[in-house]
């Protein structure tokens, strides 16, 4: 059944209950469905249809979670990725005898992973509170009905209530504005934490209420308002306000709303709505997912290294049934190991395809560590994308100069005046060679205030316009004084300042900084404003014959506001695969070496702190602190900028040659070791290499190995990136320690391995020496080649860049 349409109401149709009684409780109701409800008694919160109505209390919460709810709803957040679902299973199926690892090896690392995360979420929504308590809080002048104001909290406000709100306080709640500390009800709010804008919004109240600026005017204030129902809109608004049985009109211009701030001395107002019913609020959604083209790749490789696992699991499992059914011929077994009679239904080896198929699953959870899903931060998952723009869309010149306007130049009647250089002109300026890059252009275009600047002091600082010719009064000599004078008599005149009065000083707030730019530098040419009304604009302009400033006033015909609004974005980018498939693939060549028995290369725990402690920090310190160029360069050479844009980064040869580099380095790795170590006495007593040491020393080399990678991938080291890549190197043998000391019921095949086996043996610490430099040697070659024969476009700045901080010395003739 098609929805009841419903039926559109005009603003002019809202009609007072104050001066036109309603007729029957039906008129509610219609209000109620056409979103057109909402009535305020102004300076009677306590009416009894205002109370009927059950407004929203003042108090607004942001918080994500509950006391009761935190820990299923932060469970459930965590389960909703696809990486902890893998673990979680992982866990359940390694507390069976398909698991070749005990089950608290799996399950620590999963609870740490979770247990840090919902902390990192617990913290952020404490966060949110504590800001929320603050905000609930704060103080606010409100009409007690008995000629004054007395302060009380936000949280206390409630609909009706008239408050008073002083210069840099936030709006406490969606105001109407009635009366300001200008005559003509004017005020300048500051919006930027609703949308963004460092320009400041003019907001007018009606000429009706301007005249209640103070305690006795608002005793006797009584009114009704009818508008919209609570609604996310920013940008509009619909209402009337009823006042001496009179309707007028009320729109966006006399709505104040809350979180932004007022930047004129104080104003009136009464409140609309409160709480979780004002715009801001009711703008309070949770953020679309915003995925970046880094991130979405990495998705897909993710997929890439799945099938891999899937397929490196089926080929050893279909070579293990194979191995196991050959194992058996008759009563002969090949292998001493194989006991049939002791064995489960798991891997029986006399049914050999019901064994593969459990050796299957079994080796999804050996190589546990290859799928890593990349780690998502939930508010800035965009990062990487910065500098990689191909369209810049802007609505004028304050997005991209950060709403930041000085008056440099002009040009009256065809001449051009002005002697300063804009940042465009500097900029070229440098590139060209003709100023220093040590050296800012800019600070000789500031031109010294002399002694008959008018009032420039006063009004906070001085243009950088700078020009003899027109300067001081000059302007009168110049072939076309009166194009000149008309010029910044218009520079003047148009526009929305105000002027405010501080501690005695007198200052300028405008909307925009084109308009303070404006004002202020026609000003010190001698066309200074001074005061505007509701219909007129008086300056003083400069009469050199009398020596003196002459105010003129100025009839205002219409304004044209200043408006606009534009979006942001962000994200952040870290992710290492090449890791994990070198350490992933050591383990297949280990089974393939052993048979496919199923027998895992390493303990338990080894596996389970791989990502956690031993790899994981040096990568967060390549991607956050690397630094191939600085923020000079990058503005020097924009052509870096293309390298982002044009993915010639992070493309497919890219990736592939990554995950190239580190199958190569897992094959170096597990034949030099097992070649080098097995062969040959390993101790000074001649006993040779048992498991335990194997399993120590190609767990070193991969450790060394990857997390020297990461060094030779860094282009700017600092301490922190020094202290997380070898720190995690000494931590792996703290471990190895720490964990070889327990009982060998808990460490089993690390039991002392390190301190009385490896560590005495002088071939362990150059098998380690050999193994990673030959892992290393590949990456090295490839780069150097790179960088010599076929380099990159910042290859090519970077050895520029060398050339020139090491010149060629002069030969001696």
Request: proline fraction near 3%; hydrophobic fraction near 45%; aromatic fraction near 12%.
């Given at each position: 059944m098609p929805p009841e349409r419903k039926e559109r109401i005009l603003p002019r149709e809202l009609c007072s209950s104050a001066c036109f009684p309603r007729t029957s409780r039906e008129e509610h109701v219609r209000n109620g469905v056409i979103g057109y409800s909402r009535v305020v008694y102004c300076n009677d919160p306590d009416n009894p249809d205002a109370i009927r109505r059950k407004y929203r209390r003042n108090y607004v919460s942001t918080t994500k979670y509950t006391?009761?709810?935190?820990?299923?709803?932060?469970?459930?957040?965590?389960?909703?990725?696809?990486?902890?679902?893998?673990?979680l299973v992982v866990v359940i199926v390694s507390f069976t005898p398909l698991a070749p690892y005990s089950a608290p090896s799996v399950l620590l690392p999963l609870i740490v992973v979770i247990g840090l995360t919902t902390a990192k979420e617990g913290v952020e929504d404490w966060r949110r509170w504590k800001q929320d308590v603050e905000a609930n809080n704060r103080k606010v002048q409100v009409y007690d009905g008995n000629h004054s104001f007395r302060v009380t909290k936000w949280k206390n406000l409630r609909v009706g209530d008239v408050v008073k709100v002083q210069?840099?306080?936030?709006?406490?709640?969606?105001?109407?504005?009635?009366?300001?500390?200008?005559?003509?009800?004017?005020?300048?709010?500051?919006?930027?934490?609703?949308?963004?804008?460092?320009?400041?919004?003019?907001?007018q109240a009606l000429e009706v209420t301007a005249p209640l600026n103070d305690e006795e005017s608002i005793q006797n204030f009584e009114a009704v308002i009818k508008c919209e129902d609570p609604n996310e809109h920013l940008y509009s608004f619909v209402g009337a306000l009823y006042y001496h049985c009179m309707q007028y009109s009320l729109s966006l211009k006399q709505i104040l709303l809350r979180d932004s701030k007022l930047k004129t001395d104080h104003i009136y107002g009464v409140v609309i709505f409160t709480g979780h019913d004002t715009k801001v609020v009711q703008n309070f959604t949770d953020p679309p997912s915003k995925r970046s083209k880094i991130e979405r790749r990495m998705d897909t490789i993710i997929y890439v290294l799945f099938s891999t696992l899937i397929i490196i699991s089926l080929v050893g499992s279909l070579f293990f049934g194979i191995q196991t059914k050959r194992d058996i011929n008759g009563q002969k077994y090949r292998r001493w190991y194989l006991r049939p009679d002791d064995a489960t239904v798991f891997f029986d080896p006399r049914r050999a395809a019901l064994a593969a198929f459990f050796h299957f699953l079994t080796a999804l959870m050996l190589e546990k560590d290859r799928p890593e899903f990349p780690a998502r931060t939930r508010t800035s998952n965009l990062n990487e994308e910065l500098g990689q723009v191909n369209t810049i869309l802007s609505d004028k010149t304050g997005t991209l100069t950060?709403?930041?306007?000085?008056?440099?130049?002009?040009?009256?009647?065809?001449?051009?005046?002005?002697?300063?250089?804009?940042?465009?002109?500097?900029?070229?300026?440098?590139?060209?060679?003709?100023?220093?890059?040590?050296?800012?252009?800019s600070s000789s275009n500031v031109p010294t205030p002399s002694d008959d600047t008018i009032g420039a002091e006063k009004y906070m600082k001085v243009s950088k316009f700078s020009d003899e010719r027109i300067m001081n009064g000059r302007w009168e000599h110049e072939p076309h004084s009166g194009a000149i004078r008309k010029f910044f008599r218009v520079l003047a005149i148009c526009h929305t300042v105000i002027v405010i009065s501080v501690s005695n000083k007198e200052f300028y707030e405008a909307e925009s900084q084109d308009e303070l730019a404006f004002v202020r530098a026609a000003r010190e040419l001698g066309f200074g404003f001074f005061r505007r009304t509701p219909t007129s604009i008086e300056i003083h302009e400069l009469d050199r014959t009398k020596g003196e400033e002459v105010p003129r006033v100025y009839k205002l015909l219409h304004v044209l506001e200043f408006s606009s609004s534009r979006r942001r974005m962000s994200v952040i980018i870290c992710y290492f695969f090449y890791k994990n498939i070198t350490f992933g693939f050591t383990l297949f060549w280990f089974e393939a070496n052993a048979s496919f028995s199923g027998q895992p290369a390493y303990n338990d725990w080894y596996m389970s702190c791989y990502n956690v402690f031993f790899t994981s920090l040096p990568v967060i310190a390549l991607g956050v602190f690397d630094q191939d160029f600085s923020a000079d360069q990058c503005l020097e050479y924009p052509e870096l900028y293309q390298e982002g844009v044009k993915n010639k980064l992070f493309n497919w040869l890219h990736i592939l040659g990554w995950m190239f580099n580190g199958v190569l380095s897992s094959i170096i790795i597990f034949f030099f070791t097992t070649r080098s170590i097995t062969s040959q006495a390993f101790r000074e007593d001649g006993k040779v290499a048992d498991f335990s040491v194997l399993a120590v020393t190609l767990y070193s080399c991969v450790v060394w190995a990857v997390n020297c990678q990461m060094a030779l991938s860094i282009n700017y080291f600092t301490w922190i990136q020094h202290i997380f890549i070898w720190g995690s190197i000494a931590v792996w043998y703290a471990f190895l320690l720490v964990y070889g000391s327990l009982s060998p019921t808990i460490t089993t095949t690390?039991?002392?391995?390190?301190?009385?086996?490896?560590?005495?043996?002088?071939?362990?610490?150059?098998?380690?020496?050999?193994?990673?430099?030959s892992a290393l040697l590949p990456y090295f070659s490839c780069r150097a080649f790179q960088t010599r024969f076929r380099p990159m476009p910042h290859d090519e700045i970077q050895m520029q860049d060398r050339r020139r901080a090491c010149p060629r010395r002069p030969q001696n003739s």
């Open positions: 006391l009761v709810t935190f820990i299923p709803k932060s469970l459930f957040e965590q389960f909703r990725r696809v990486a902890n679902i893998y673990f210069l840099d306080e936030y709006f406490p709640a969606d105001l109407l504005l009635l009366s300001s500390s200008h005559n003509d009800g004017v005020c300048y709010v500051d919006t930027k934490n609703l949308d963004g804008e460092t320009n400041l919004k003019l907001k950060c709403n930041s306007m000085e008056f440099v130049k002009c040009s009256i009647a065809g001449v051009a005046y002005g002697r300063g250089s804009t940042e465009v002109e500097i900029a070229l300026a440098k590139r060209r060679g003709e100023i220093p890059h040590d050296v800012d252009g690390a039991y002392k391995a390190f301190v009385e086996a490896c560590a005495p043996s002088i071939l362990y610490w150059l098998v380690t020496l050999f193994v990673v430099i």
